[in-house]
């Protein structure tokens, strides 16, 4: 089984990181962590996956130091002595496992809605106010806005490289801070930081821009992108390989090293005429690396199967497809979600043909750390 599936278990280098295999633990929010900052117990949940075999975590969505980061409760801050402590632990735990780990450095945007930790009058930013299309919440950004959250990101990023970190991903996706800017129906500035694709990349390419110049040219930056948003499941950013060429032209001159294209179904393609999904494309068009994701031994994706399904659990499906996608280089990296969530031995299953001992993803275990 393991030979079959040779292209998931061989080593990825960027940089001066090399990982073990190809497989990350998907960024997944779990809301354990009371006082914003991470306990044994989120410590030992992220040792028990590296300890899985998965060669890259990444970290639930850490947000950065600005007062409207935050949308959730319980979240992990990545700001203040309490919440780098416990994410050097993280990262001790997960080192001594024989993982590698990036955070995910995530602002909210207009999703937040007032009342939230840590500051409750504290309203939701964003570039035009918007929500949604149409959907106000909280306030437009001013320039001072825009260039306090990007220094809070550099920050972040500079935090991470001193705590040991392997890398750094940047949210740029489902509809939050980053990518309410990329997404025209809610940008609908008429400065420089809206109206064209070039101008709405603006406030992602200074981000990047920004983290680069605190880490240095060696310390891995990923950027995790979609089309779809949690506004609107069939939003889209481009809607052709030329277009989304366009869009990763300056973010690859900015310094992204890898691309994390999110997407419901890995296996579903982007554009009529061809079956690479969003990651195939991204490689084909940028020549960087990049990690597909979706659905990843399951049948139903992340959005249907674990909030709109009745169902309790959500059925396994095979990977085969996954290992010829990989077997082609469409995408170097994978990242899997639910199915690490619910076992943290999902890797090791797989690889040594024990899938018949892989438990099902049931939604239940959303409400336990373990």
Known sequence: MSMTLGPIFEPFQIHNLTLRNRVAMAPMTRN??????????????Y????EGGVGLLISEGTTVNHDAANGYPNVPFFHGDDAL?????????????GGAIFPQLWHVGAVRKEGMEPNASVPGYSP?????????????????DINEVIQAFAD???????????????????????????????????DEYGGSMENRLRFVVEIVEAVRERVGPDFPI?????????????AKLVSTPEELEQFLKPLVEAGVDIFHASTRRFWEPEFEGSNL??????????GKPTMSVGSVGLTEDFISGTFASKKEAVEQSGIDELVERMNNHEFELIAVGRALLQDPEWLIKVKEGRLNEVEAFAKKSLTKLY
């Open 128 to 144: 035009s106010g918007l929500f949604a299309p149409d959907k106000p919440n909280g306030k437009a950004m001013s320039k001072d």
């Open 277 to 286: 999904n969003l990651a195939g494309w991204t490689q084909k068009l940028s």
């Open 47 to 50: 040792r028990r996956r590296a």
């Open 222 to 234: 990923m950027l995790r992108f979609s089309q779809w948003k949690q506004q609107d499941y069939e």
């Open 85 to 97: 402590a416990g994410w050097k632990e993280v990262v001790d735990a997960v080192h001594e496992a």
């Open 32 to 45: 354990f962590s009371p006082g914003n900052a991470p306990n044994q117990k989120v410590v030992d949940y």
């Open 156 to 190: 972040g990023a500079q935090d991470a490289k001193a705590l040991g970190f392997d890398g750094v991903e940047i949210h740029g996706a489902h509809g939050y801070l980053l990518d309410q800017f990329l997404w025209e129906g809610t940008n609908q500035r008429d």
